[in-house]
C-alpha cells in the first residue's frame, strides 16, 4: 500500500502511523492526547446530566423529599465538571448548583385545610 505521497516506500505517514505522536498519543489537533478518557469522561458528565435531570423530575413529583433530591442535583451538578471537563461551559454547574440549594432550603406549602 501506499503512503501518504503513494510512492508505496515508508515515510513515516503509511497507515494510521500518521495518527500517533510519541508525545501527544492518538488524535486531531486540539483533540490530540486525550486518548480513551475524554470518551469515558464523556460518558460520566452525560450520566451526571441524566441523574440532575431525573432527580429534578422526582423533586416535582415528591416534594416532600426536596432535601434529598436537593442534594443529588447538587452533587451531581458539582460532579459534571470533572465528567464533562468543562462543566456545560460553567452554566449547568451554575444553574444545577443554584437549583439544588434552591430545592434544599425550599418550605412546601401546607396542605390546605378542610373544615
Known sequence: MGGYYG???YNGYSGYGWM??????YGYGMMRGLGWEFGFMGILGIIFGIIVIISAVLLY???????????????????????SMMGGFGIGVILGAIGGILAILWKPS????TV
Open 7 to 9: 510512492n508505496g516506500g
Open 61 to 83: 413529583s415528591r416534594s416532600g423529599e426536596h432535601t434529598t433530591w436537593g442534594v443529588l442535583i447538587l452533587v451531581f451538578s458539582v460532579l459534571s465538571v470533572f465528567g
Open 110 to 113: 401546607p396542605p390546605p385545610s
Open 20 to 25: 500517533f505522536n510519541m508525545m501527544n498519543g
